[in-house]
């Protein structure tokens, strides 16, 4: 999301990476890196919904995956977790506080 690129040395001043997951293809993910300008995290393609159903937010009826962010300790373990609804986007000073909040 534009917001985040835009506060990405903000996050990895608080010892955080930035990363985008789908459901999309990575082509598909190119695209929207390019026509919003997307340069400073990852975008990661989860096609086969691996991701998607390993963290909760897989979507059966549109094969595809809720937006949320989640907060994933250096252990591997969720600290925390927010889920979006239709046209809801995540705000990058809330998470980020979120972060610093978390240590």
């Known amino acids: 999301?534009?917001?985040f690129d835009k506060r990405v040395s903000d996050f990895e001043a608080a010892n955080t990476q930035v990363l985008g997951i789908s459901t999309?293809?990575?082509f598909s993910h190119q695209n929207w890196a390019e026509k919003y300008d997307i340069?400073?995290?990852?975008l990661l393609s989860d096609v086969h919904r691996t991701a998607a159903k390993d963290y909760g937010v897989y979507w059966p009826e549109w094969n595809a995956n809720q937006?949320?962010?989640f907060i994933v300790?250096?252990?591997g373990t969720i600290r925390f977790v927010e889920r979006y609804g239709k046209g809801e986007l995540p705000e990058p000073?809330?998470?980020l506080a979120e972060v610093k909040k978390l240590g």
Do not use: L, V
């Open 1 to 3: 999301m534009p917001a």
């Open 24 to 26: 999309d293809s990575p």
């Open 39 to 42: 340069k400073n995290y990852p």
């Open 67 to 69: 937006r949320a962010t």
């Open 73 to 75: 300790g250096a252990q």
């Open 93 to 95: 000073d809330k998470i």
